[in-house]
C-alpha cells in the first residue's frame, strides 16, 4: 500500500528560526505532492502543491518545498518562523494510480513556535 | 473563496442510532466531494468519493450500508452513519473539489462521539 511518512512528531523551535519537515512517500511513478498546515481550531488549508515542472516549489507565507524525486521525497522549509507559524503540517501525496483525487496523508508534524 | 462548512461540529449519539453531517461549499460549486476518517494521531483516512448526481465510490475496507453518501447538489453533500457503534467515533472531515480533484478545500470537521 502506499504510505507517507513525516519523520517529526513534534517540532519546537524559537522565533527566527529555520524549519526543514521531511516527508517522504512510497510510490515510485507520478504523484502529485502537497503540503497542508492546520492552525489551532482551524481546518486543513493548502501551503503548496507539486504538479510538475521546477521541484522547488513556493507557497504561501513564506513556505516552500522541494520534491527529489530519487529520494521520494517533499521536504518542506521555512527560513525564518514566526510565532504565528505554529500548527500542525501534514504532507499529501496523490495520483499514484489509486481513485481519484484520493489523497494519503502522512500523520502530521505539529510544530511550536517560541516567542 | 472556498470556504467549506460542516454541521454539525460535534454530535454525541446513542449506540444504534443514525447520525448525519452536511458538507457544504459555500461559495463554489462543486461536483466531487471526498469525506475523510481521523482518528487520534492517526492521518487522515479517505472514506468514499462522492459524486453529485452519482453513486458514491468507497474505499476498500468501508462499509457503504453503515457510511451512507448522499451528494444530492452542487454545494452539499452529507454523510450518514447509520447504526452507529463506540468504535465509530471519530473526527469525520469532508472536502470539496474546485478546479480539479487534486484542489480540495476542506471542511472544519465533525466529532462525533458515540455512547
Known amino acids: 500500500a502506499q504510505s507517507v511518512s513525516q519523520h517529526n512528531h513534534h517540532v519546537i523551535l524559537s522565533e527566527a528560526a529555520s524549519l526543514e519537515l521531511g516527508c517522504n512517500y512510497s510510490?515510485?511513478?507520478?504523484?502529485?505532492l502537497f503540503w497542508y498546515v492546520q492552525y489551532p481550531g482551524q481546518h486543513l488549508q493548502l501551503l503548496l502543491k507539486?504538479?510538475?515542472?521546477?521541484?522547488l516549489v513556493k507557497g504561501i507565507k513564506g513556505f516552500e518545498a522541494e520534491f527529489i524525486k530519487s529520494k521520494f521525497s517533499f521536504n518542506l522549509r521555512k527560513p525564518s518562523v514566526q510565532w504565528s507559524d505554529t500548527a500542525e503540517y501534514f504532507c499529501?501525496?496523490?495520483?499514484?494510480?489509486?481513485?481519484?483525487?484520493?489523497?494519503?496523508f502522512g500523520k502530521g508534524t505539529k510544530l511550536s513556535v517560541k516567542p | 473563496g472556498a470556504v467549506v462548512s460542516q454541521h454539525p461540529s460535534r454530535v454525541i449519539c446513542k449506540s444504534g442510532t443514525s447520525v448525519k453531517i452536511e458538507c457544504r461549499s459555500l461559495?463554489?460549486?462543486?461536483?466531487?466531494m471526498f469525506w475523510y476518517r481521523q482518528f487520534p494521531k492517526q492521518s487522515l483516512m479517505l472514506m468514499a468519493t462522492?459524486?453529485?448526481?452519482?453513486?458514491?465510490?468507497?474505499e476498500q475496507g468501508v462499509e457503504k450500508d453503515k457510511f451512507l453518501i448522499n451528494h444530492a447538489s452542487l454545494t452539499l453533500s452529507t454523510l450518514t452513519v447509520t447504526s452507529a457503534h463506540p468504535e465509530d467515533s471519530s473526527f469525520y472531515i469532508c472536502?470539496?473539489?474546485?478546479?480539479?480533484?487534486?484542489?480540495?478545500?476542506f471542511g472544519p470537521g465533525t466529532r462525533l462521539t458515540v455512547t
Open positions: 472536502s470539496a473539489a474546485r478546479d480539479s480533484l487534486y484542489e480540495q478545500y
Open positions: 510510490y515510485g511513478g507520478t504523484v502529485n
Open positions: 507539486y504538479f510538475s515542472g521546477d521541484p
Open positions: 499529501a501525496v496523490g495520483g499514484y494510480g489509486g481513485s481519484q483525487g484520493n489523497l494519503i
Open positions: 461559495d463554489f460549486q462543486a461536483t466531487t
Open positions: 462522492s459524486n453529485e448526481g452519482s453513486k458514491a465510490t468507497y
